[in-house]
């Protein structure tokens, strides 16, 4: 398993992450603990020792399945990250919602919120913590001053921002980085869906500072060849409902166009849309949904494949920059925006503002 350190920290992770999203909640698959907890343990015994969770996924029940996997690999073997932000006390949600709960990024909320995941998960200190869905409402001075307490405490050792819920948030993303020196932005980035990842990505490589962690990367489960018609129906409890139908149609048109890309390199659709993330430089850490043992497998290998051609690498660069060829229909879906008027904007690439 190839591993990036994350420049700036000492912490070194699996190009391969585990986000446990996957296992707190129903949105993708029905879990039982022993089951969850096995996906995991077997994505340490492939070399997977980046592992990512959240309070919010499940109230808890995600941190507490990561417990067993933490003891079963050793503590010092994996880096662990979870995030903060989400009042769950006053709005715990309700069971398969998809709205989006009250924030809070006060210290108190914080601290609390600390406390219950270093207990859920049984460690004493959190590698990376970050900042969940944070918004610029919720930047301040004293946010960050709090996270630079929390390292001088011993109880946490890096700290970053996690964009979303939606694509978008590259204020929050920018910032994050060039105003605040996170260590690490996350951000739904993936081959079809290209900003704001990419400005993230050189803003990280330009400051040598940073990383960027990749999350959504195969599409919402385009690239992953998930549907075989653009009349696919979603379940009540899938959150890709709420994707538009022209992701769907023209998707499915884009994956006709790259697939014979991947099968020239000797991998699936999937595989190559990983090692596409691989190439990108700032990049540490690659998400993908992993639902089964054969998942962890075959993104292990595209981990250990070859990176892609310099000659596919520009082709896809200028596929991309003409939306596939397929017209304005085809363009990524608008960047959700805390500036913007009506709160987005059309998906685009914006020059960092670097010194």
Same mark, same amino acid.
């Given at each position: 398993?190839? @591993?990036?350190?994350?420049?700036?920290?000492?912490?070194?992770?699996?190009?391969?992450?585990?986000?446990?999203? @996957?296992?707190?909640?129903?949105?993708?698959?029905?879990?039982?603990?022993?089951?969850?907890?096995?996906?995991?343990?077997? %994505?340490?015994?492939?070399?997977? *020792? #980046? #592992?990512?969770?959240?309070?919010?996924?499940?109230?808890?029940?995600?941190?507490?399945?990561?417990?067993?996997?933490?003891?079963?690999?050793?503590?010092?073997?994996?880096?662990?990250? *979870?995030?903060?932000?989400?009042?769950?006390?006053?709005?715990?949600?309700?069971?398969?919602?998809?709205?989006?709960?009250?924030?809070?990024?006060? +210290?108190?909320?914080?601290?609390?919120?600390?406390?219950?995941?270093?207990?859920?998960?049984?460690?004493?200190?959190?590698?990376?913590?970050?900042?969940?869905? !944070? $918004?610029?409402?919720?930047?301040?001075?004293?946010?960050?001053?709090?996270?630079? =307490?929390?390292?001088?405490?011993?109880?946490?050792?890096?700290?970053?921002?996690?964009? /979303?819920?939606?694509?978008?948030?590259?204020?929050?993303?920018?910032?994050?980085?060039?105003?605040?020196?996170?260590?690490?932005?996350? @951000?739904?980035?993936?081959?079809?869906?290209?900003?704001? &990842?990419?400005?993230?990505?050189? !803003?990280?490589? =330009?400051? /040598?500072?940073?990383?960027?962690?990749?999350?959504?990367? *195969?599409?919402?489960?385009?690239?992953? +060849? +998930?549907? =075989?018609?653009?009349?696919?129906?979603?379940?009540?409890?899938?959150?890709?409902?709420?994707?538009?139908?022209?992701?769907?149609?023209?998707?499915?048109? $884009?994956?006709?166009?790259?697939?014979?890309? %991947?099968?020239?390199?000797?991998?699936?659709?999937?595989? #190559?849309?990983?090692?596409?993330? &691989?190439?990108?430089?700032?990049?540490?850490?690659?998400?993908?949904?992993?639902?089964?043992?054969?998942?962890?497998?075959?993104?292990?290998? %595209?981990?250990?494949?070859?990176?892609?051609?310099?000659?596919?690498?520009?082709?896809?660069?200028?596929?991309? %920059?003409?939306?596939?060829?397929?017209?304005?229909?085809?363009?990524?879906?608008?960047?959700?925006?805390?500036?913007?008027?009506?709160?987005?904007?059309?998906?685009?690439?914006?020059?960092?503002?670097? @010194?």
């Amino acid at each position: 398993m190839i @591993t990036r350190n994350i420049p700036g920290t000492d912490l070194d992770v699996s190009l391969l992450g585990f986000g446990n999203f @996957t296992v707190g909640n129903n949105w993708w698959k029905e879990f039982t603990d022993d089951e969850a907890v096995a996906l995991q343990n077997h %994505a340490v015994d492939k070399g997977v *020792t #980046f #592992f990512d969770t959240a309070p919010a996924y499940g109230n808890g029940k995600a941190e507490a399945l990561l417990k067993p996997t933490i003891a079963y690999a050793g503590r010092d073997n994996v880096v662990i990250s *979870t995030k903060y932000g989400y009042d769950l006390v006053s709005d715990p949600g309700e069971e398969g919602s998809h709205r989006e709960r009250r924030q809070d990024f006060s +210290e108190k909320n914080i601290r609390r919120e600390l406390e219950e995941s270093l207990t859920n998960m049984g460690i004493e200190c959190v590698d990376l913590y970050q900042a969940h869905n !944070i $918004k610029l409402e919720h930047f301040s001075d004293e946010l960050f001053v709090l996270m630079d =307490k929390l390292i001088a405490e011993g109880k946490v050792l890096a700290w970053g921002t996690a964009l /979303g819920p939606a694509i978008g948030w590259r204020e929050e993303g920018h910032r994050s980085f060039l105003d605040h020196d996170a260590a690490t932005v996350q @951000t739904v980035f993936n081959l079809y869906e290209q900003d704001p &990842g990419r400005e993230l990505c050189e !803003i990280a490589a =330009k400051r /040598g500072k940073g990383g960027v962690i990749a999350r959504v990367p *195969t599409n919402s489960g385009m690239l992953d +060849e +998930e549907f =075989k018609s653009a009349d696919h129906q979603f379940p009540q409890r899938d959150h890709r409902k709420f994707r538009d139908k022209a992701w769907l149609v023209h998707g499915l048109q $884009k994956n006709r166009m790259v697939k014979p890309m %991947a099968e020239e390199l000797g991998v699936s659709l999937r595989q #190559f849309a990983f090692k596409w993330l &691989g190439c990108q430089p700032g990049l540490v850490s690659i998400e993908p949904n992993l639902l089964t043992t054969e998942d962890v497998d075959e993104f292990v290998a %595209a981990a250990d494949h070859p990176l892609i051609p310099d000659d596919l690498l520009d082709e896809l660069r200028d596929l991309y %920059a003409e939306d596939f060829g397929l017209g304005d229909e085809a363009h990524p879906c608008n960047l959700k925006s805390s500036v913007a008027e009506g709160g987005a904007e059309r998906s685009s690439y914006r020059a960092p503002a670097l @010194t």
